[in-house]
């Protein structure tokens, strides 16, 4: 697929070291609910059925979740993100890895991290009344792109393509135990970058 013919647009994901492994190996990454803990697969089912209404199919598998913008249109996450979504478990017991994939925009569904974190996955996952108004939910998914300054903006994909991968990062406690990212380093010899 040559990216340079379509609409496209940088995602960030952090994953598993071996999910880096896997995408390298087999060429795609497609989410596992084995991976999901039981209480977040409601939160995860009401995704994949937005996604679903938007032509996008997982094809009965979680989405992968990534990051469009972080602190700003575009930007990548940095080390305090990672430290909000990252224990110090998983970055001790589990290499993380932070990729950089172009995309083709028509496979990503963008929507507002605090919002969803606040009417649906909250809600969701402590079993709460689950009643969110239409109004409450376009709001997830309708961005105002140029007021965007701090607000996180999360992506979704259903798989991701080794040919999508610009870069990784590892991901890691430094000794005084704060989160570094390290310098990017390329997986395999002819990935470009599309980054401007």
Known sequence: ??????????????????????????????GDWSHVCPKEKAA?????????????????RPPVWGWHSCGGYQR???ALVAR????????IETP????????PSDQV???????WCDQVYFPLCS??????SPEALQGIFKLDYTALDDAPVQAVLPSLRREWLVEARK????????????????????IQSKNP
């Open 84 to 91: 909000r979504l990252l224990s110090d478990h998983q970055l």
């Open 96 to 103: 993380i890895v932070l990729l950089t994939l172009v995309c």
């Open 44 to 60: 995860y089912h009401f995704m994949c059925r937005e996604m679903a209404a938007r032509d996008l199919s997982c094809a009965g």
């Open 109 to 115: 569904l963008n929507s507002d991290y605090n919002a």
């Open 127 to 132: 079993n709460a009344a689950f009643t969110p």
């Open 171 to 190: 991901v890691h406690l430094d000794p005084s135990r704060e989160v570094a990212i390290s310098e990017p380093w390329r997986p395999t010899p002819n």
């Open 1 to 30: 697929m040559d990216l340079g013919s379509l609409n496209t647009l940088t995602v960030w994901t952090f994953q598993a070291e071996v999910q880096l492994q896997t995408l390298l190996r087999e060429g795609l990454l497609q």
């Open 76 to 78: 990548a996450p940095d």
